[in-house]
């Protein structure tokens, strides 16, 4: 089955600075990378999604980037803020009759002032 | 617009007792989810369900039962709890199969003694 694996698992950067957090997955046939932030208490919000004929979206200070080839994509954010702080999730869809999630295992975000 | 609604948020449970986890969407949503998190194990599918009165099982679907006998309900029963049930219960709704983005509730944090 498909397996997504996310790194690094936690991640601490300073205010201003920048911070990527990487996936890979094992199905040649995803072609569905969403990311989810989950604040404290909170159940995972999507933030940003790719799909499969794009090798790259933006949205403000996030990006994502997709390379299909090595089955590997990223999540970029810049001048972040401790408001950024969170854990992050990535997702890679499958396809078994049904198509559903494959979560990563989630990266928490520390941004310090 | 309140989304999807979990309740209850906080549960404990000795070991063999049977409890209902409730989730409720306003958001005509076709498809509902729940989900258990777990440390370092990410979000893991437990069961899913396409439509009214119907489920499917997920990755994880040992040990519990669910049942959407209406459109925007969709419950997760424990018949006889054990510690490894221990986790944070996620439920979740789209308008559509995994390409469609979910929209989760607050989370239950269940504790089985």
């Known amino acids: 089955g498909e397996n997504v694996e996310q790194h690094p698992s936690t991640l601490s950067v300073q205010e201003g600075d920048s911070a990527v957090i990487k996936c890979t997955y094992s199905d040649s046939a995803s072609n569905y990378f969403p990311w989810y932030k989950q604040e404290l208490g909170k159940g995972p919000q999507l933030i940003i999604d790719i799909r499969s004929n794009v090798g790259e979206k933006k949205d403000q200070r996030i990006a994502v980037t997709l390379n299909k080839t090595a089955k590997h994509f990223s999540l970029h954010i810049t001048e972040t803020q401790p408001e950024d702080s969170a854990v992050y999730f990535c997702a890679a869809s499958m396809n078994t009759g049904f198509q559903k999630l494959v979560f990563g295992t989630g990266t928490r975000l520390l941004v310090s002032p | 617009n309140a989304g999807v609604t979990q309740t209850p948020k906080f549960r404990v449970l000795k070991t063999g007792q049977s409890m209902t986890l409730l989730c409720a969407q306003d958001?005509?949503?076709?498809?509902m989810y729940w989900y258990r998190q777990d440390p370092g194990m990410g979000l893991r599918l437990i069961h899913y369900?396409?439509?009214?009165?119907?489920?499917a099982k997920g990755e994880v679907p040992d040990g519990y039962n669910v049942s959407r006998l209406k459109k925007q309900n969709f419950l997760l029963g424990l018949e006889s709890a054990a510690p490894s049930q221990t986790s944070v219960y996620f439920c979740a709704s789209s308008q559509g199969q995994g390409l469609a983005p979910l929209h989760f509730g607050n989370g239950t944090r269940l504790t089985v003694t």
């Open positions: 958001m005509n949503h076709e498809y």
């Open positions: 369900s396409v439509g009214e009165g119907t489920t």
